[in-house]
């Protein structure tokens, strides 16, 4: 910038000019507080891109409980995600949702990562997620053990049972029915829960149930190849010679179910290496079956009969006076329809072990050495018998007993499986004991005999009135009434006489009336005998009534 100079005088009345330096730039103070918000929202800006995750779509089945920028994804009850969106499926099936999660949570969205809508539920005998009720639904996660990312998932429908961070093994149990089991269902060891049912699934076949269950630790080690699984739901009632006996493990089994499991003592259960996890066992119905040793060497043999089987069942026992020597294998229809005989086959497998014989291995034809055996106890009079086994249910067994008086009958070893000679059971021939006592009853001629003695009573009776007339007249005899008195005794005692001579002859051993009243008195007498006899041997067997004729010693 030129100023004009002050000295005009000195320079001819003319100004001079100055050259001065130009000055700096300066910002007003009012704009520092804009330009340091403007810097701190780009800080903000660039540190949110850079703590921002990835993105991930959940799909759900339905939409209950979701709300865009509201639901809350959580893991260990920390928030890690949040719902952004939410919307139908192309073809309108489920519903997608998508997530936004930190940079942190990355490494948490793995393959198996699994996800879920947390509400207010009751399951069985548990209630979860009452907390929900106050502060809304939200979305679980259960983080899966996968290296391998992954960016879009299908939420389980319902809550796993047991989730990946517990530590224990999954087996597999095989059954036959599913029961009162059920998704949770808890299970036992030594009455402590020590695992649960984590689902359960039909095979292809569909003859059998596939029961995942999960043993938790410090219980999975209990569990080796030799470990017996049974379930323990509801009541277990049992009616034996110790009385009735009520079996349950615990409230939570009597109500929704459950299962146990133990490892028998020759099992060698703290020696045994732990079963490796998804080793399959099978589930048996009750404990006793479970704990039932297997054997190894069976024989197949049949049985006919010509009675009722009601009562008799599959796996009912095979007993060799009170010891369990097999059990029954199935029960099958014999008609012959030449003779039309029908019969009922029951197929039994026998342990030649328990009956210390040796035999071949399992399932197939005995073996020459248990052959003279079973002949000789055969020829001792061993038959096998259908008794009743409990009193309430009506159920029978199998008995294989010595019947020394049985007829005499040998085993058809041309037969695959060979047959064994049967007899009638207890229960059977007590039934016909009875139909003959009862038969000779009804043979007796009650109302002949009733008719006879009537007749026998009103005939003594007039011998009496008469007797005691002739007292009468005697007495006025002797009193001296005179001569009309003495004829009239004289007349009295021949009437008398008449009488007694009737008498004689009405009670002489060859007069009919006495043959008759000598028979009906000695049919009542073989009939009163044969009814003391029954009557003793009630009095000493009363079980005979249900249970049949007591056993005879060989």
Same mark, same amino acid.
């Given at each position: 910038?030129?100023?004009?100079?002050?000295?005009?005088?000195?320079?001819?009345?003319?100004?001079?000019?100055?050259?001065?330096?130009?000055?700096?730039?300066?910002?007003?103070?009012?704009?520092?507080?804009?330009?340091?918000?403007?810097?701190?929202?780009?800080?903000?800006?660039?540190?949110?891109?850079?703590?921002?995750?990835?993105?991930?779509?959940?799909?759900?089945?339905?939409?209950?409980?979701?709300?865009?920028?509201?639901?809350?994804?959580?893991?260990?009850?920390?928030?890690?995600?949040?719902?952004?969106?939410?919307?139908?499926?192309?073809?309108?099936?489920?519903?997608?949702?998508?997530?936004?999660?930190?940079?942190?949570?990355? *490494?948490?969205?793995?393959?198996? %990562? !699994? #996800? =879920?809508?947390? $509400?207010?539920?009751?399951?069985?005998?548990?209630?979860? @997620? +009452?907390?929900?009720?106050?502060?809304?639904?939200?979305?679980?996660?259960?983080?899966?053990?996968?290296?391998?990312?992954?960016?879009?998932?299908?939420?389980?429908?319902?809550?796993?049972?047991?989730?990946?961070?517990?530590?224990?093994?999954?087996?597999?149990?095989?059954?036959?029915?599913?029961?009162?089991?059920?998704?949770?269902?808890?299970?036992?060891?030594?009455?402590?829960?020590?695992?649960?049912?984590?689902?359960?699934?039909?095979?292809?076949?569909?003859?059998?149930?596939?029961?995942?269950?999960?043993?938790?630790?410090?219980?999975? *080690?209990?569990?080796?190849?030799? %470990? !017996? #699984? =049974?379930?323990? $739901?509801?009541?277990?009632?049992?009616?034996?010679?110790? @009385? +009735?006996?009520?079996?349950?493990?615990?409230?939570?089994?009597?109500?929704?179910?459950?299962?146990?499991?133990?490892?028998?003592?020759?099992?060698?259960?703290?020696?045994?290496?732990?079963?490796?996890?998804?080793?399959?066992?099978?589930?048996?119905?009750?404990?006793?079956?479970?704990?039932?040793?297997?054997?190894?060497?069976?024989?197949?043999?049949?049985?006919?009969?010509?009675?009722?089987?009601?009562?008799?069942?599959?796996?009912?026992?095979?007993?060799?006076?009170?010891?369990?020597?097999?059990?029954?294998?199935?029960?099958?229809?014999?008609?012959?329809?030449?003779?039309?005989?029908?019969?009922?086959?029951?197929?039994?497998?026998?342990?030649?072990?328990?009956?210390?014989?040796?035999?071949?291995?399992?399932?197939?034809?005995?073996?020459?050495?248990?052959?003279?055996?079973?002949?000789?106890?055969?020829?001792?009079?061993?038959?096998?018998?259908?008794?009743?086994?409990?009193?309430?249910?009506?159920?029978?067994?199998?008995?294989?007993?010595?019947?020394?008086?049985?007829?005499?009958?040998?085993?058809?070893?041309?037969?695959?499986?060979?047959?064994?000679?049967?007899?009638?059971?207890?229960?059977?021939?007590?039934?016909?004991?009875?139909?003959?006592?009862?038969?000779?009853?009804?043979?007796?001629?009650?109302?002949?005999?009733?008719?006879?003695?009537?007749?026998?009573?009103?005939?003594?009776?007039?011998?009496?009135?008469?007797?005691?007339?002739?007292?009468?007249?005697?007495?006025?005899?002797?009193?001296?009434?005179?001569?009309?008195?003495?004829?009239?005794?004289?007349?009295?005692?021949?009437?008398?006489?008449?009488?007694?001579?009737?008498?004689?002859?009405?009670?002489?051993?060859?007069?009919?009336?006495?043959?008759?009243?000598?028979?009906?008195?000695?049919?009542?007498?073989?009939?009163?005998?044969?009814?003391?006899?029954?009557?003793?041997?009630?009095?000493?067997?009363?079980?005979?009534?249900?249970?049949?004729?007591?056993?005879?010693?060989?």
């Amino acid at each position: 910038m030129v100023e004009p100079s002050t000295d005009v005088a000195a320079r001819g009345g003319l100004p001079e000019a100055r050259i001065q330096a130009p000055r700096r730039l300066r910002i007003p103070l009012v704009w520092i507080i804009p330009l340091v918000a403007a810097l701190i929202g780009l800080f903000l800006a660039g540190r949110a891109f850079y703590e921002q995750g990835p993105s991930v779509t959940l799909q759900f089945k339905t939409g209950a409980g979701l709300e865009a920028g509201k639901t809350r994804i959580k893991y260990k009850d920390v928030d890690v995600g949040l719902i952004t969106s939410i919307a139908l499926s192309e073809d309108g099936s489920s519903v997608i949702a998508s997530a936004q999660f930190p940079r942190s949570a990355a *490494r948490l969205l793995v393959q198996d %990562t !699994r #996800f =879920w809508v947390v $509400s207010a539920r009751v399951s069985g005998g548990t209630v979860s @997620g +009452l907390g929900t009720l106050l502060s809304g639904a939200h979305i679980d996660m259960d983080v899966g053990q996968s290296s391998e990312p992954r960016r879009d998932f299908v939420a389980l429908e319902q809550p796993p049972v047991v989730t990946m961070d517990v530590p224990g093994r999954a087996f597999v149990l095989h059954a036959a029915t599913l029961g009162s089991l059920s998704v949770g269902t808890p299970v036992y060891f030594r009455r402590v829960e020590a695992g649960q049912v984590t689902g359960f699934r039909l095979d292809e076949s569909g003859r059998r149930l596939d029961i995942q269950i999960f043993v938790k630790a410090p219980y999975d *080690r209990f569990v080796s190849p030799a %470990t !017996r #699984f =049974w379930d323990i $739901s509801g009541v277990d009632l049992k009616l034996s010679a110790d @009385g +009735l006996q009520v079996t349950a493990e615990s409230l939570t089994a009597v109500m929704s179910g459950g299962l146990a499991f133990l490892t028998p003592e020759d099992g060698n259960a703290g020696d045994a290496e732990p079963a490796p996890a998804g080793h399959v066992f099978r589930l048996f119905r009750t404990q006793d079956e479970a704990m039932r040793q297997p054997q190894q060497v069976v024989e197949t043999y049949v049985l006919r009969f010509a009675e009722s089987v009601r009562g008799l069942s599959v796996g009912a026992p095979v007993t060799l006076r009170g010891i369990t020597v097999g059990e029954v294998k199935a029960i099958n229809v014999d008609f012959d329809s030449k003779s039309a005989d029908l019969g009922l086959l029951v197929e039994v497998d026998l342990y030649p072990r328990l009956l210390h014989v040796r035999s071949s291995p399992p399932r197939q034809a005995p073996a020459p050495s248990s052959r003279p055996v079973l002949d000789r106890m055969i020829t001792n009079g061993l038959r096998a018998q259908l008794r009743s086994g409990n009193l309430v249910t009506g159920q029978l067994y199998v008995a294989l007993d010595f019947f020394p008086d049985a007829p005499r009958a040998a085993a058809d070893w041309t037969q695959t499986p060979p047959q064994l000679p049967t007899t009638k059971g207890s229960l059977e021939e007590l039934q016909a004991t009875l139909a003959r006592v009862m038969g000779k009853l009804d043979k007796l001629p009650i109302e002949q005999i009733g008719n006879d003695l009537r007749q026998t009573m009103a005939r003594l009776s007039s011998t009496l009135a008469q007797t005691e007339a002739l007292a009468k007249r005697v007495d006025a005899l002797i009193a001296g009434e005179g001569r009309d008195t003495l004829v009239a005794a004289r007349a009295t005692l021949e009437e008398a006489q008449g009488a007694m001579a009737n008498g004689r002859k009405l009670l002489a051993s060859e007069a009919p009336l006495q043959q008759d009243l000598r028979l009906t008195l000695q049919e009542l007498t073989r009939a009163a005998q044969a009814l003391r006899e029954l009557t003793d041997a009630l009095e000493r067997n009363p079980e005979a009534v249900l249970r049949g004729k007591p056993e005879e010693q060989p």
